[in-house]
């Protein structure tokens, strides 16, 4: 038992308990009082059973059985020489084993510790209710597997979502009978000698235990959860890699303002804007005059004079535009000096940057929604007969022991369906802004695929681009909805089924690529913020010498000495060096400086073409670490 622990009342399990339960190693307790309303339930469904009266789960078969009556004794004991397989216990608690031991069929790789901890914790959560007619004595034992770490082996498919997760629920319940398998202190092994080693026994089931154990939707609803933990985090990463990208694009901010989400407030859309805006606060970038911004040259040995510009991988440029070129835009030349460099004259930003709050807001309010079908699931009952011991004026047993459909997943699939269609938006709208800050044609004078490339030889960050694309690609085509393609089972009783297991898994899985796609934008945008920030900086240093004909030097399209023209042009120089000059150093947001310093400890700035493969992975593994998490 970990000295970190949550007390289970079966009604206040939040997902953040879960999470600490699941992820960060906490042991749970049970609550006294609830525990017996437990026992109340247990003892109702006894003395039914000794009254005689049938009962689904518990004196009959199950799904297309359940018109089976369960007798005073085995036929198969009538056998002339008797029963060669007769097992121990009674038919009632044959029936309740065999549910467990036939049903533990899934197939697949096991789920990760994480997963079956929280399969553990909502399982235990929702027993304790007291309305599935479990015994005290098996909540604790099953509290016991989950304080003792012993981690049953899970596989990762085979659940319908209804009767809930049967097939994983009875993996799950299986090692408290001594059968199975489970880790434990990380071997697996066969779950009776995982049990020995925690010191802990196998029990054997009494009335409807095996269908409180394993009729529910803890699979389905653990993964869930862990998916949007996850998701939750990522949507933060989500919006700092837009805010490194608009740093690095120079970009405009008037999409983000406030007054302008106050006209559409969706939720999630006003919270992606504020936030974006939090995380560039402090930039020097963002909304810069379009003419202070040079665009990109190849290095050449006449580039720069100083020792301390020669050390730069890149040259700088604007155009020249002359007076008898801007007639009909008289007005944007009195306010914006004539020089066309890396910023495009235009007031608005492609849509993978303006567009970014409306998008990822939208992510946002999929998530918000799915959290709130999770937490209502969190503290609900999900198995199948309900008990209800205190309805003292049920005329029969009908009105105490109520088969329902709570087990049935939809909820949660749908929820999910929804999230799993975000999911691939979120991810395309970063590769879209990775791919624009590769492109020369939209990288607003950034070098093309953000490498100097003066030679020939160098790819840069072409390739990275390939990456996100194949993620994209992917996390699209798995997007379809599980929920909306039903296989009927167990002969038409159960004739129509949720897959709200198979959409959780998947949602959980594409968290990874999305993370993926978000760390090769920060990747790159960090590149791009570097050759930003070094272009404008060596731009202000030059200016910053008062030579205005070193930075004509740098400016195309000029007029010859003895141009009409050439006195204005000169006139213009002087006040972009003037310009430059009295400007502070540009740097990016306070926040995202935070984020390209930590992401720099790990990954210098690629001058050159390198190999890439450890670069891609450390950022990959930098997101995927939380590294971000108060970014």
Not at 99 to 116: D, M, Q, R, Y
Not at 222 to 241: C, F, G, K, P
Not at 421 to 437: D, F, G, M, W
Not at 533 to 560: C, H, T, V, Y
Request: proline letters at 5%; a negative charge; glycine letters at 8%.
């Amino acid at each position: 038992m970990t000295a970190n622990s949550i007390l289970l009342d079966g009604n206040s399990l939040s997902r953040q308990q879960l999470i600490a339960v699941a992820r960060r190693g906490y042991g749970v307790r049970l609550d006294a009082e609830q525990l017996k309303r437990v026992q109340r339930a247990a003892d109702f469904l006894a003395e039914k059973v000794s009254c005689g009266e049938p009962t689904y789960g518990v004196t009959t078969g199950f799904g297309s059985n359940a018109d089976k009556l369960l007798g005073a004794y085995r036929l198969r004991d009538k056998l002339p020489g008797g029963n060669p397989h007769k097992p121990e216990g009674t038919l009632l608690e044959e029936l309740q084993h065999n549910l467990i031991t036939t049903h533990a069929v899934c197939v697949g790789k096991p789920f990760s510790a994480e997963v079956v901890r929280a399969m553990l914790v909502i399982r235990i959560n929702t027993l304790m209710r007291g309305h599935s007619g479990i015994r005290v004595e098996t909540l604790e034992a099953l509290t016991a597997l989950l304080n003792h770490d012993v981690i049953p082996v899970v596989p990762e498919k085979g659940s319908v979502g209804a009767s809930g997760d049967l097939a994983p629920l009875s993996h799950l319940a299986i090692v408290l009978l001594g059968g199975g398998e489970a880790f434990y202190k990380g071997e697996r092994l066969p779950g009776a000698e995982a049990l020995k080693r925690a010191g802990l026994q196998p029990i054997r089931l009494s009335f409807k235990e095996g269908l409180a154990l394993n009729n529910g939707t803890a699979q389905m609803l653990a993964t869930a959860v862990l998916a949007l933990d996850t998701l939750e985090y990522l949507l933060d990463v989500a919006d700092l890699a837009a805010s490194m990208t608009l740093d690095a694009f120079a970009g405009r901010s008037g999409a983000l303002r406030p007054e302008v989400h106050a006209l559409r407030p969706h939720p999630g859309q006003v919270q992606a804007a504020d936030h974006v805006r939090d995380l560039l606060s402090g930039s020097t970038l963002v909304d810069i005059p379009y003419h202070l911004v040079p665009r990109f040259r190849p290095w050449s040995v006449e580039a720069w004079s100083t020792p301390q510009d020669q050390a730069l991988s890149f040259d700088i440029g604007w155009d020249w535009v002359p007076a008898d070129q801007r007639h009909g835009r008289e007005a944007f030349y009195n306010r914006f000096l004539p020089f066309k460099g890396g910023k495009k004259h235009q007031p608005q930003d492609a849509y993978c940057l303006r567009c970014m709050p409306q998008v990822h807001g939208a992510v946002r309010d999929a998530w918000a929604q799915a959290c709130r079908v999770i937490d209502i699931e969190l503290n609900a009952v999900t198995d199948n007969p309900l008990i209800f011991p205190d309805n003292n004026d049920a005329t029969h047993i009908e009105e105490q022991v109520i088969s329902a459909g709570h087990f049935h997943g939809m909820p949660l699939a749908l929820s999910m369906s929804y999230v799993k269609a975000a999911i691939p938006v979120l991810a395309s709208i970063s590769e879209r802004r990775l791919n624009k800050l590769v492109d020369p044609a939209t990288s607003d004078g950034l070098p093309a695929f953000l490498t100097g490339n003066e030679d020939g030889t160098d790819s840069g960050f072409m390739i990275v681009q390939y990456t996100a694309a194949a993620l994209v690609n992917d996390l699209a085509t798995r997007a379809h909805p599980a929920s909306v393609y039903s296989v009927p089972t167990s002969a038409n009783a159960e004739d129509h089924v949720s897959m709200g297991a198979n959409e959780a898994r998947h949602v959980l899985e594409m968290t990874e690529d999305l993370s993926h796609v978000l760390a090769l934008e920060l990747y790159t945008a960090a590149q791009a913020l570097d050759y930003r920030q070094e272009m404008l900086n060596a731009a202000r240093r030059l200016a910053a010498r008062g030579d205005w004909q070193a930075l004509a030097s740098k400016i195309s399209n000029a007029p010859r000495e003895d141009h009409p023209h050439y006195a204005q042009f000169v006139e213009e120089v002087k006040q972009l060096t003037a310009a430059l000059a009295e400007v502070g150093d540009f740097h990016a947001g306070t926040s995202v400086r935070k984020a390209y310093e930590s992401l720099r400890e790990r990954i210098s700035f690629m001058h050159r073409d390198r190999a890439m493969d450890g670069d891609v992975r450390s950022v990959c593994e930098w997101v995927q670490q939380r590294a971000l998490a108060n970014g």
